[in-house]
């Protein structure tokens, strides 16, 4: 497969700055997911690595080679479209077939690469058939199995789960994350799903307004984030406004006294995950705040609770359900803190 290198890559439309200033190294046979509200830029920046729009400014390099103004078709690279774009005229086995014509693979080869790529997604029994005949999930096996037949040096995916239900969303990505790993295919993942993304990738670059905020491993960005954007977007966040009085000390703007790590004295803003919280009836550890259980939200996995502290600030908290959270479930107007420790504790200075 092949190394990916985007060099300070820009697009603009008219007076309009879509991608700026982008740059980024994929390592061969990694999976990087481009994450970020719609807008962002991302698939604006998968297009131009596809080679479907030109770049305004800055290079991009596929296995060393700088492909920047090749046209699609000489750069190898299989995209895998959100809607698919499969031609509802052509059988399966056509649509498949149809990226390997146009590269001109001799027939005896192309009818091979077919088969192996509807082997792979478990399509081959449906070969005959129009896209009409299929269930989503099956399109989608096709568009990937296109893809994947023409033996792409890097494989690209535009939110190709966002028209699945949820069930086969789950299903279709790991057999994606699946196939990507055996096949050892250097890919890029777009996506606006934070899950999706940290369950699929080897690394995120996180897009908002046309730029990257941060790059790296999922837990990292999960766990340290950049900036208010990065741990606002990927999961959720309690947020507490204040300033630092003394070492380790943040008192927040409702007078509540936080003890927190890893903070300076320009850190203005705390925060901490939800599944961090914990409830008890009692103070338990340095953070422990008074407050009134607003509402408690069953989701059968995790129970998410909401917390007025006598600050004024709300607080939200995700339980995991246990066999003693069943046994006694919060309720709303109960008398609780709400508590969390030091360590858990994202230091902003914005």
């Given at each position: 497969?092949?190394?990916?290198?985007?060099?300070?890559?820009?697009?603009?439309?008219?007076?309009?700055?879509?991608?700026?200033?982008?740059?980024?190294?994929?390592?061969?046979?990694?999976?990087?997911?481009?994450?970020?509200?719609?807008?962002?830029?991302?698939?604006?920046?998968?297009?131009?690595?596809?080679?479907?729009?030109?770049?305004?400014?800055?290079?991009?390099?596929?296995?060393?080679?700088?492909?920047?103004?090749?046209?699609?078709?000489?750069?190898?690279?299989?995209?895998?479209?959100?809607?698919?774009?499969?031609?509802?005229?052509?059988?399966?086995?056509?649509?498949?077939?149809?990226?390997?014509?146009?590269?001109?693979?001799?027939?005896?080869?192309?009818?091979?690469?077919?088969?192996?790529?509807?082997d792979m997604v478990r399509m081959t029994q449906f070969r005959d058939r129009y896209p009409r005949q299929l269930s989503g999930g099956q399109q989608q096996r096709v568009a990937?199995?296109?893809?994947?037949?023409?033996?792409?040096?890097?494989?690209?995916?535009?939110?190709?789960?966002?028209?699945?239900?949820?069930?086969?969303?789950?299903?279709?990505?790991?057999?994606?994350?699946?196939?990507?790993?055996?096949?050892?295919?250097?890919?890029?993942?777009?996506?606006?799903?934070?899950?999706?993304?940290?369950?699929?990738?080897?690394r995120m670059a996180i897009m908002y307004d046309g730029k990257v905020q941060q790059v790296g491993p999922p837990n990292f960005l999960y766990e340290?984030?950049?900036?208010?954007?990065?741990?606002?977007?990927?999961?959720?966040?309690?947020?507490?406004?204040?300033?630092?009085?003394?070492?380790?000390?943040?008192?927040?703007?409702?007078?509540?006294?936080?003890?927190?790590?890893?903070?300076?004295?320009?850190?203005?803003?705390?925060?901490?995950?939800?599944?961090?919280?914990?409830?008890?009836?009692?103070?338990?550890?340095?953070?422990?705040?008074?407050?009134?259980?607003?509402?408690?939200?069953?989701?059968?996995?995790?129970?998410?609770?909401?917390?007025?502290?006598?600050?004024?600030?709300?607080?939200?908290?995700?339980?995991?359900?246990?066999?003693?959270?069943?046994?006694?479930?919060?309720?709303?107007?109960?008398?609780?803190?709400?508590?969390?420790?030091?360590?858990?504790?994202?230091?902003?200075?914005?």
């Open positions: 497969m092949a190394k990916v290198s985007i060099d300070r890559l820009k697009k603009q439309f008219g007076p309009s700055v879509a991608v700026s200033d982008f740059s980024l190294d994929i390592a061969d046979g990694e999976l990087v997911a481009f994450l970020g509200p719609s807008g962002c830029g991302k698939t604006t920046t998968l297009r131009m690595i596809a080679g479907f729009i030109e770049p305004t400014e800055g290079s991009i390099y596929i296995g060393g080679d700088d492909v920047t103004h090749v046209p699609v078709h000489k750069r190898n690279t299989g995209m895998v479209f959100q809607r698919y774009a499969l031609f509802p005229h052509m059988t399966v086995a056509e649509n498949v077939a149809f990226g390997l014509q146009m590269r001109k693979i001799p027939a005896a080869e192309r009818d091979k690469r077919i088969g192996v790529a509807l990937i199995a296109r893809a994947l037949a023409i033996q792409p040096k890097v494989f690209l995916l535009d939110e190709p789960l966002s028209n699945l239900d949820a069930k086969l969303r789950l299903d279709v990505r790991e057999e994606i994350r699946s196939l990507q790993r055996d096949l050892g295919l250097t890919t890029i993942f777009v996506t606006h799903d934070q899950e999706e993304a940290l369950a699929i990738s080897d340290k984030p950049a900036n208010l954007f990065v741990a606002d977007f990927l999961g959720k966040m309690n947020f507490f406004d204040g300033r630092m009085t003394e070492a380790s000390r943040f008192n927040t703007d409702n007078g509540i006294a936080l003890t927190v790590d890893g903070a300076i004295s320009s850190t203005n803003k705390v925060g901490v995950r939800p599944e961090r919280v914990s409830l008890s009836t009692e103070a338990v550890g340095h953070n422990a705040l008074p407050g009134i259980v607003e509402s408690a939200v069953y989701l059968g996995p995790v129970i998410n609770v909401r917390v007025r502290l006598d600050g004024g600030d709300v607080i939200g908290c995700q339980l995991p359900n246990t066999a003693e959270s069943a046994s006694r479930p919060v309720m709303a107007g109960a008398r609780i803190h709400a508590c969390f420790s030091p360590e858990d504790c994202v230091v902003f200075s914005e």
